[in-house]
T-cell receptor
């Protein structure tokens, strides 16, 4: 399987703290994307980072990519209760997407 | 939501019966995907399509077939449903480099 893996599987933090989750993958990629899924809903795209980029920001999100280690991290700063969700990384390999197993984030008000 | 709908949204069926799930999109996207989501496995690709009548297998295609006779519709068929196919099924399209997902179909095979 080319599926990636997120770490940790579950994360619980207080509102206002930062949340960091990591993704490792197995093959060369075109880009890596992070998605969010609220309970019972479909996935929503958060941010894309291309294989030639090392860091990208979008609002309270910061993504890094290390292609030599085949890993990425997603940082959510100043977390809010509404950030409670599952977060997935996905690697794009020739128009096929491979998803990790997800990190379940709980932000406690 | 990139104009993606899935039907039915919920279905309960019995082992051995055929089941067809429908994904419909309104924006003429070329690529369409079917995934299943199970606890501990994330999303796994079943089949995808890169045009009318052009489809290919994904990671977990056994027991599933697909058809795309029109750009807007991508059908997923379970020829003879098994309990191991109880799952949530998501359809997706690509817009730019990003996938957009439908709301999902929850299928229970008894």
């Amino acid at each position: 399987s080319q599926q990636g893996e997120e770490d940790p599987q579950a994360l619980s933090i207080q509102e206002g703290e930062n949340a960091t989750m990591n993704c490792s993958y197995k093959t060369s990629i075109n880009n890596l994307q992070w998605y969010r899924q609220n309970s019972g809903r479909g996935l929503v795209h958060l941010i894309l980072i291309r294989s030639n980029e090392r860091e990208k920001h979008s609002g309270r999100l910061r993504v890094t990519l290390d292609t030599s280690k085949k890993s990425s991290s997603l940082l959510i700063t100043a977390s809010r209760a509404a950030d409670t969700a599952s977060y997935f990384c996905a690697t794009d390999v020739g128009n096929q997407f491979y998803f990790g197993t997800g990190t379940s984030l709980t932000v406690i008000p | 939501d990139a104009g993606i709908t899935q039907s039915p949204r919920h279905k309960v069926t019995e082992t051995g019966t055929p089941v067809t799930l429908r994904c419909h999109q309104t924006e003429n996207h070329r690529y369409m995907y079917w995934y299943r989501q199970d606890p501990g496995h994330g999303l796994r690709l079943i089949h995808y399509s890169y045009g009318v009548k052009d489809t290919d297998k994904g990671e977990v295609s056994d027991g599933y077939s697909v058809s795309r006779s029109k750009t807007e519709d991508f059908l997923l068929t379970l020829e003879s449903a098994t309990s191991s196919q109880t799952s949530v099924y998501f359809c997706a399209i690509i817009q730019g480099d990003t996938q957009y997902f439908g709301p999902g179909t929850r299928l229970t095979v008894l």
